[in-house]
């Protein structure tokens, strides 16, 4: 039965004003700039009526004219689907117009007109090639990533002749590995330490120890979609820190959420794994940034900021800090609980609202219930979700007394590799990480392609960053 397809669509606007300064936002749920415009509703809206309703709630801008400048096509990957993006070219806003925007707080923290070079390096990447090709259109461009397609422009083409076959099929050989042959041989573990029960994921693999790290409010299932590549080079083990999947355990000193490691390592008899972590906070939360596990080196897949000093501090706070922590639960129900005949409906709803979200779209729908069942801890009066409220305000303090972006990463004492998002990274902070590792012999730097989160990175990608830190520091 032929099933028709649904692909998630967005709308988007480019705003001038009479110095010919583009209009750009920063969100809170994510890093760097983007325009006016969001995901399409579901209920038959169109692509224009997306535009004006997103610049309206986002600016208090009414827009009321704008011509088509841009479809552009993000790539199905990593089990997301293909997305449509729509950008329109709404024109100028007037000095009156510019003073009376309004935005909306809880999805933006900030807006400006930027000269257009300077908002072009700070858009995200994506956002970014759409912009700048647009903004140079005379006519409507068909893009896919960003980027022109060859045999695509926007006149009427001469058509070729259709090239002689005999009728028959070439098929192309796909080598992708089966993820689910590889995730057959996967073991979950309960490690005792020091009385207190732990879970692990041991993936298997073959080559020197790996052992990954998830962030704040996440599990060791994050890491799924990326371990056919990761086995491929290196012994894979995941564990779920305290509070958080299936260690179940009470986090009163959120310094132990870091702090644990050294000693899970231990347990699962791992003798100076490498480590690949998450997210940046994980280093903030350990007094003394996992040097206890004593890892040859650290790839370190995600920084909040790359700034340094009070400006770091302000834009951690701005992006995950402990004020910011109601923005994540809107948008993701990382604190809900609720009744055992409530929990189907909350994680149904949650899968949902991920195919709408530009943070979670591209992650397989089944990867994203398992990962959120992880989370759920059962409980007398029904079910929540862990950490708590409280366990994540308490590590957000903590991490609020700390240094943070280039400061954070100074402390860590041994070899560290920076393995960034090319899609999560600004121009800016590409070049800013590339420059500070080239100022140290114990940095380094790599771009990896996708994102923006972990489940989204490209899988071959990522295995030969890892592959080049293994070949340099283990042997």
Not at 159 to 174: M, Y
Not at 340 to 349: G, N, Q, R
Request: glycine share 8%; hydrophobic share 40%; with cysteine.
């Amino acid at each position: 039965m032929f099933v028709l397809p649904e692909i998630p669509a967005s709308a988007g606007a480019i705003l001038l004003d009479e110095a010919g300064r583009l209009l750009i936002l920063k969100p809170t749920y994510k890093s760097g700039w983007t325009i006016p415009g969001g995901v399409m509703e579901a209920d038959g809206e169109t692509p224009w009526e997306a535009c004006r309703r997103e610049v309206a709630e986002e600016t208090g801008l009414l827009v009321d004219h704008g011509r088509l400048v841009c479809v552009d096509t993000r790539p199905a990957k990593n089990g997301a689907k293909l997305g449509l993006r729509f950008l329109f070219h709404c024109g100028t806003v007037t000095p009156e117009q510019a003073a009376s925007i309004r935005i909306q707080e809880y999805e933006v923290s900030d807006h400006r007109f930027a000269a257009i070079p300077e908002a072009l390096e700070l858009l995200r990447p994506a956002i970014r090639r759409r912009v700048k090709k647009a903004l140079r259109a005379e006519s409507c461009l068909y893009l896919e990533n960003g980027r022109r397609v060859p045999g695509v422009t926007g006149e009427a083409p001469i058509l070729a002749p259709l090239p002689e076959t005999d009728g028959s099929l070439t098929i192309r050989e796909d080598g992708d590995r089966d993820h689910c042959a590889v995730m057959e041989h996967k073991r979950d573990l309960v490690v005792n330490v020091e009385g207190e029960d732990f879970a692990a994921i041991d993936y298997g693999g073959d080559g020197p120890d790996v052992l990954l790290i998830h962030q704040l409010a996440s599990n060791a299932l994050v890491w799924a979609p990326l371990i056919p590549e990761l086995t491929q080079v290196a012994h894979v083990v995941a564990v779920d820190l305290r509070a958080h999947g299936l260690s179940r355990l009470p986090a009163p000193d959120p310094a132990r959420i870091s702090a644990d490691v050294a000693s899970l390592a231990a347990a699962l008899g791992l003798n100076r794994p490498v480590l690949l972590v998450e997210q940046d906070e994980i280093l903030a939360l350990d007094p003394d940034r996992l040097a206890g596990v004593d890892a040859p080196v650290l790839g370190l897949l995600s920084v909040v900021t790359t700034l340094r000093g009070e400006e770091a501090h302000l834009e951690w706070a701005e992006q995950v800090g402990p004020e910011a922590l109601h923005v994540w639960d809107e948008r993701f129900g990382i604190f809900a609980s609720g009744r055992d005949e409530e929990l189907e409906s909350y994680l149904d709803d949650i899968v949902a609202r991920s195919r709408e979200d530009w943070v979670s779209q591209r992650i397989d729908a089944a990867q994203y219930r398992a990962f959120y069942e992880r989370q759920i801890e059962k409980t007398p009066q029904g079910w929540r979700r862990r950490p708590t409220r409280a366990e994540m305000e308490a590590a957000a303090e903590l991490i609020g007394t700390e240094p943070h972006g280039l400061d954070l990463l100074d402390t860590y004492p041994g070899p560290l590799w920076l393995l960034s998002s090319d899609e999560a990274c600004t121009d800016v902070e590409e070049d800013t990480l590339r420059a500070y590792a080239d100022g140290r012999p114990d940095r380094e730097f790599r771009l990896i392609p996708g994102g923006p989160t972990v489940e989204a990175l490209d899988p071959e990608a990522l295995a030969q960053a890892v592959a080049e830190m293994l070949r340099r520091h283990v042997g």
